[in-house]
């Protein structure tokens, strides 16, 4: 079945008004992005790699203009003298795949609607949020989404400094090929420390959100001018199933799914730090 989510009613709402006393397996499809809908969200600025980029809403694979870098990185004082002045272009097409996360859970939950709506909406779709941070950074299993930490064309700075000063010299440097670094995704180890250094609140002050996700070493740092370089391509098509049984030991399998694209218009937006 298929379910248009309204502002009163959560995805795990939705989908146990759908489960029977059959026992078979269930699938709700809904109009949404299940990522973008985890509760916790709202009440903490806790940031995912789908915070720091625009968003385009599509049926499918779509066209879009890529920009790619030839010669210095390095802007001169004229416009003849820039990056972008020498950037050639060309049509690409984001594809569209789909992410999906799952979690075991006691068959006996199903008989209990308001907790397993509590479970789904607050234990798994965080998954299906994480499986989507490791999908946009490192690409995702069949190739689709390219990986925005494995691009070829992103610059690469492997001398490490400590974060307080990548945080300076890196986001300057995003800005020489025409950028304004709008965004840093660390490891929470190198999060926390901006945070004792006081250096997160500097950052939000000149418009710069900082997301933190495992998803990457804890020594890297990603910066970037992800909303000129990237536009997250959603279909706001998801589903939740339950397969009976299907778990880890015979318990039933709770499953999340979300379809969307990447497009990358300007890699060289984007540059990735060591950071000790």
């Known amino acids: 079945m298929t379910d248009t989510l309204t502002t009163t009613r959560s995805p795990g709402e939705a989908f146990v008004s759908a489960l029977t006393a059959s026992g078979a397996d269930v699938e709700v499809r809904l109009r949404t992005a299940l990522p973008a809908t985890f509760p916790l969200a709202a009440t903490r600025p806790r940031y995912t790699v789908r915070h720091l980029l625009k968003t385009r809403e599509v049926d499918g694979p779509t066209a879009y203009l890529r920009e790619e870098h030839r010669g ?4 001169g004082t004229s416009y003849a003298s820039t990056p972008e002045a020498r950037f050639t272009t060309s049509l690409a097409t984001a594809e569209i795949t789909t992410l999906t996360a799952s979690l075991s859970i006691p068959a006996e939950l199903t008989s209990n609607p308001a907790m397993l709506a509590t479970v789904i909406d607050h234990r ?6 994480t499986e989507e941070n490791d999908a946009l950074l490192n690409g995702s299993s069949d190739g689709v989404l390219p990986g925005i930490r494995t691009l070829p064309a992103l610059r690469r700075i492997e ?11 890196t986001c300057a ?11 840093i995704v660390t490891h929470p180890r190198l999060y926390w420390e901006l945070v004792r250094l006081g250096q997160l609140t500097r950052l939000n002050e000149a418009g710069v959100r900082v997301s933190r996700t495992r998803m990457l ?3 890297e740092a990603i910066f970037a001018d992800f909303r000129a370089a990237f536009t997250l391509m959603d279909t706001m098509d998801s589903a939740i199933g339950l397969r009976r049984g299907a778990g880890t030991g015979g318990q039933d399998l709770l499953w999340a799914s979300v ?8 890699p060289q937006h984007v540059v990735t730090r060591t950071v000790c």
């Open 217 to 219: 070493p804890t020594n």
């Open 72 to 75: 210095s990185d390095t802007s």
């Open 173 to 183: 440097l995003v800005e020489e090929t025409g950028g304004s670094c709008d965004g």
């Open 159 to 169: 001398q490490s400094v400590d974060i307080e000063r990548a945080a300076s010299e």
């Open 124 to 129: 798994l779709v965080v998954r299906l949020c």
């Open 259 to 266: 379809r969307l694209g990447l497009a990358v218009h300007l």
